[in-house]
């Protein structure tokens, strides 16, 4: 499988301020990455999709000008929490897709605290 | 809502048990996926079975799907201390374009 990168691997911030995220694909060029978010004891919830070199398709109920993702190249997607606030701290995941498009990747997550 | 739910929330067993999880969705799929997640990790890939594939085996796993009762399963055989995480079940839906909507999850708790 996809071997996937993320970085930070923690970050804390205070209220207010951005966040950047990087996302990975090491080992193949991924055209399509996934970012989720996970509340502690809870599933994930996908947030968007990302396609390179095209705009992120956002779910519903997510911001997409408070969540900026950017998928500038085949290996590195990035989303960017502007404004955090303490309701932003989660747990965020992106996935990239296999070459069949099925099986999805997962990095190994990031987590946000905002104090 | 088309999430997957799991049962049981949580199980917890003895090494060298069996351990069995369940997923049921709503909608029409293309696959049904199994996940494992280590506390505060991200997500490993276990298994995929497609819609038309009814049992699929890899190692001490065996997964079923019964797309007529829209329900999946999950075995781990001789289970080990190693095997405590949470395992989620994710569906990819007809016309969803390869997104995946997530179970609740099972966390599964194996002592030694």
């Known amino acids: 499988g996809a071997v996937v990168s993320q970085h930070p691997s923690w970050v804390i911030c205070k209220s207010g301020t951005s966040v950047k995220i990087e996302c990975r694909s090491l080992d193949f060029q991924a055209t399509t ?67 069949e498009g099925e099986t999805q990747y997962f990095g190994p997550g990031t987590r946000l605290l905002v104090l | 809502s088309q999430q997957g739910e799991e049962d049981p929330q949580a199980l917890s067993i003895q090494e060298g048990e069996n351990a069995t999880m369940n997923c049921s969705y709503k909608t029409s799929i293309n696959n049904l996926q199994w996940y494992r997640q280590n506390s505060g990790r991200g997500l490993v890939h276990l298994i995929l079975i497609r819609s038309n594939e009814r049992e699929k085996h890899s190692g001490r796993l065996r997964v079923t799907l019964d797309t007529s009762k829209k329900s999946s399963s999950l075995l781990i055989t001789a289970s080990r201390a190693a095997d405590t995480a949470s395992y989620f079940c994710a569906t990819d839906f007809r016309g969803s374009n390869y997104k995946l909507t997530f179970g609740k999850g099972t966390l599964l708790t194996v002592n030694p």
């Not at chain 1, 993702?69 to 990035?78: D, E, G, K, R």
């Not at chain 1, 989303?79 to 747990?91: I, K």
């Open chain 1, 33 to 99: 990455m996934f970012w989720y978010r996970q509340f502690p004891k809870q599933s994930l919830m996908l947030m968007a999709t990302s396609n390179e070199g095209s705009k992120a398709t956002y779910e519903q109920g997510v911001e997409k000008d408070k969540f900026l993702i950017n998928h500038a190249s085949l290996t590195l997607s990035t989303l960017t929490v502007t404004s955090a606030h303490p309701e932003d701290s989660s747990f965020y995941i992106c996935s990239v897709t296999g070459t």
